[in-house]
């Protein structure tokens, strides 16, 4: 089974952009996991442009699913934010600071004392790790040796590439994923995914653990309703 874990950091964007509370972050995330979601994945950023820090509490309290922290474990203040929660998860993204959104996963090699720390630091907590690469078996081998529990293949170059060539465009993810599966980490994904594109990655990957989804399923729900939505992103997550 593959879970949907809803990232909601747009409906904070869209709450921030008239700075009152509406719509309600607290009310959508418990309304995505009531129409079906099963998980509920945030990404604070250091300037707080969409979730808050504030946020990550108020959610914490009382998401029951699975809750998925992603963001830069460079910045102290991430890491105390996360060990202050205790989420279900902590994906770990190697974000620029300045950048509009994730453009890229982490290279596991060259960053491997660091996050082998880091991870150590999470497990010690009791919080699952995943930690963000790119399709790249190296960076998956990586991984598992810094001691990360799972990975999330950076998806955008998948979808940016999937209306030209969907067989081509799937083909390095499901090499990582396999990879990731021989070495005993479980999977993720994550970025650009819509209901165009995410039927064909789960039948080329039915051992995906969990996919989050924001931009596209929000933007969907615009003209959909978000309950609806939710149904049809796990519909397409049924094959
Ligand atoms: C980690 C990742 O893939 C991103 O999609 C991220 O979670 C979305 O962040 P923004 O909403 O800030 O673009
Ligand atoms: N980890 C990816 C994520 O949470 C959502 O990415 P997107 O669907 O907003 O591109």
């Known amino acids: 089974m593959t879970r949907l874990s809803v990232n909601i950091n747009k409906i904070a964007t869209l709450r921030n952009s008239r700075g009152g509370d509406n719509p309600n972050v607290l009310k959508v995330a418990l309304d995505c ?26 959610l914490r309290a009382e998401v029951t699913t699975e809750f998925n922290i992603e963001g830069n474990p460079s910045e102290k203040k991430f890491v105390e934010l996360v060990l202050a929660n205790k989420p279900e998860q902590v994906t770990l993204v190697p974000d620029a600071l300045h950048a509009i959104t994730s453009n890229a996963g982490w290279d596991t090699i060259t960053n491997e004392a660091e996050l082998t720390d880091l991870i150590a630091i999470f497990h010690s ?12 078996e190296k960076m998956v081998e990586g991984a598992k040796v810094c001691g990360a529990d799972r990975v999330e293949l950076y998806t955008e170059p998948y979808a940016a590439y999937y209306f030209e060539n969907r067989q081509k465009a799937v083909l390095p993810f499901v090499k990582a994923a396999e990879k990731a599966r021989e070495v005993g980490l479980g999977l993720n994904a994550g970025h650009d995914l819509s209901l165009d594109n995410l039927r064909f990655l789960k039948q080329n990957i039915p051992w995906l653990d969990e996919v989050s989804i924001g931009h596209a399923l929000i933007s969907d729900a615009l003209y ?8 049809m992103y796990l519909r397409e997550l049924q094959v």
Do not use: M
């Open 33 to 58: 996991e009531r129409f079906g979601a099963q998980g509920i994945t945030v990404h604070p950023r250091p300037d707080e442009r969409h979730i808050r820090y504030q946020d990550v509490y108020d």
């Open 224 to 231: 959909l309703g978000l309950e609806n939505t939710i149904q």
């Open 125 to 136: 907590a009791g919080i699952r790790v995943s930690v963000f690469v790119d399709a790249d």
